[in-house]
């Protein structure tokens, strides 16, 4: 209520934000910041923090250095809110799909420079609950909300010991 904070490293989607945000409800004022992720310039300022649609973004290897960087944004007590899903089996087309294009990208980036990180299957369920431990959260999820096809979402809290 008293504040909304935006972080993105690109000044293009921030702009995109901004445009987007001109007519949103709400009397709430929006900040924008460019900042990387991985080590965003807040210590314990916010009382929640979520990402949505950016886990792809982040390589396997700094994600540690993300809920790092979220913890240190939190306020004690502070919540972490994502949703992520389960694992699909290795029998569902959409698994080899989704490893398929990471194999796509992994060349990609090994020809093309600046690489483009962008990745599916990564903050998954279970996995990510321990990373979420080591890094100092107490973690809540809640599973089986939805039907099918939804039926792998997993809304997870993860608050920032206080």
């Keep these: 209520r008293e504040k909304v904070v935006g972080v993105d490293a690109s000044?293009?989607?921030?702009?995109?934000?901004?445009?987007?945000?001109?007519?949103?409800?709400?009397?709430?004022?929006?900040?924008?910041?460019r900042a990387d992720a991985l080590d965003m310039p807040f210590d314990r300022e916010f009382d929640v923090a979520t990402c949505v649609g950016a886990f792809g973004h982040i390589l396997q290897a700094d994600e540690p250095r993300f809920l790092s960087s979220i913890h240190r944004a939190?306020?004690?007590?502070?919540r972490f809110v994502f949703v992520t899903a389960e694992m699909p089996s290795a029998l569902?087309?959409?698994?080899?799909?989704?490893?398929?294009?990471n194999a796509t990208m992994r060349i990609r980036n090994a020809l093309i420079k600046p690489e483009f990180i962008m990745y599916y299957l990564t903050f998954m369920w279970p996995a990510i609950w321990r990373k979420l431990e080591r890094a100092g959260f107490v973690i809540k999820a809640e599973a089986g909300l939805f039907e099918a096809p939804y039926s792998r979402i997993v809304i997870v809290t993860a608050t920032r010991n206080a």
Aim: no cysteine.
């Design 11 to 33: 000044q293009g989607m921030l702009d995109e934000a901004e445009r987007r945000l001109r007519d949103a409800p709400g009397d709430a004022p929006v900040v924008l910041v």
């Design 74 to 78: 939190l306020k004690p007590g502070g």
């Design 92 to 101: 569902e087309p959409g698994y080899w799909m989704a490893r398929g294009f």
